[in-house]
């Protein structure tokens, strides 16, 4: 019984041993899956230029000739994004009413669409495009210009400058205009354009007349004249008071 129990025990062992001396498979290394990259956010175009600021004129007529449905597929179902170019309330305002008024449906319609670009571009690519220039718009097509920095947008009668970039996140870029595009495959003439005035600089605190101005030499004698009478105001009465002093002192001696 005992010989049975130890060779029992000898087999087991030498099966413990054997196991461990088989070759094992080296684990497979786990790979770590990047999670996909999350989708661009949905942008609504009418609400960022409602919100944005003075962009109301331009949002009135994308409205009234459905491109706002066409900007805003471009926007969040392609890949190429849209670049819009919105002019301002004031860039509006300075056209001839009858230019605008006079226009077909359909020329309305392409004006609209002539004011962007079927592809998301940053600030940073307006060098590369004035280079490439012209360039297609979703009708027709402007001249990009890049001077020092300032950009300018060129379409037939008109030149506009870039003055601020309202929104530029992929797919979407809204830069505002100072003046609106006037191609001339719309306007066969040059509209009346009324330049719109600059604003009045607003006075400096502390600014000192200049001599040259005209009644800076009199109103700079009356000062004088004023400056010598205070001071003889005050000279004689620090006299007046010195002697009502003395007066005193002399009677309390007595």
């Given amino acids: 019984?005992?010989?049975?129990?130890?060779?029992?025990?000898?087999?087991?062992?030498?099966?413990?041993?054997?196991?461990?001396?088989?070759?094992?498979?080296p684990r497979a290394p786990i790979v770590e899956t990047p999670a996909p990259a999350p989708a661009p956010a949905y942008v609504d175009l009418?609400?960022?230029?409602?919100?944005?600021g003075p962009y109301g004129t331009f949002l009135d007529y994308l409205t009234k000739t459905d491109v706002t449905k066409t900007f805003q597929s471009q926007a969040n179902d392609t890949k190429q994004g849209i670049s819009v170019f919105a002019p301002l309330?004031?860039?509006?305002?300075?056209?001839?009413?009858?230019?605008l008024s006079n226009l077909t449906a359909d020329q309305l319609?392409?004006?609209?669409?002539?004011?962007?670009?079927?592809?998301?571009y940053p600030l940073s690519a307006f060098?590369?495009?004035?280079?490439?220039?012209?360039?297609?718009?979703?009708?027709?097509?402007?001249?990009?210009?890049?001077?020092?920095?300032?950009?300018?947008?060129?379409?037939?009668?008109?030149?506009?400058?870039?003055?601020?970039?309202?929104?530029?996140?992929?797919?979407?870029?809204?830069y505002a205009l100072d003046t609106v595009l006037l191609p001339k495959e719309i306007f066969p003439t040059a509209p009346e354009i009324t330049p719109v005035p600059a604003p009045a600089p607003a006075p400096g605190r502390g600014v000192k007349p200049m001599d040259d101005a005209p009644g800076?030499?009199?109103?700079?004698?009356?000062?004088?004249?004023?400056?010598?009478?205070?001071?003889?105001?005050?000279?004689?009465?620090?006299?007046?008071?010195?002697?009502?002093?003395?007066?005193?002192?002399?009677?309390?001696?007595?």
């Avoid at 009418?46 to 944005?52: E, M």
């Avoid at 109103?219 to 005193?248: E, H, P, Q, T």
């Fill in 109 to 120: 319609r392409s004006l609209m669409l002539h004011h962007a670009m079927p592809r998301y």
């Fill in 46 to 52: 009418a609400d960022l230029l409602s919100l944005a």
């Fill in 1 to 25: 019984m005992e010989f049975k129990a130890a060779a029992l025990v000898s087999t087991l062992l030498c099966l413990a041993l054997s196991h461990g001396a088989l070759p094992q498979r």
């Fill in 216 to 254: 800076a030499g009199e109103r700079g004698s009356k000062a004088n004249a004023s400056d010598k009478g205070s001071s003889c105001r005050v000279g004689a009465g620090s006299l007046l008071v010195g002697y009502v002093i003395l007066m005193v002192c002399g009677f309390l001696m007595i």
């Fill in 89 to 99: 309330d004031s860039a509006f305002a300075a056209v001839d009413e009858g230019a």
């Fill in 127 to 174: 060098s590369k495009l004035a280079a490439a220039s012209p360039v297609s718009m979703f009708a027709y097509k402007v001249n990009v210009t890049d001077a020092a920095g300032i950009v300018g947008v060129v379409s037939g009668w008109a030149t506009a400058k870039l003055v601020s970039s309202v929104y530029s996140t992929s797919p979407v870029a809204v």
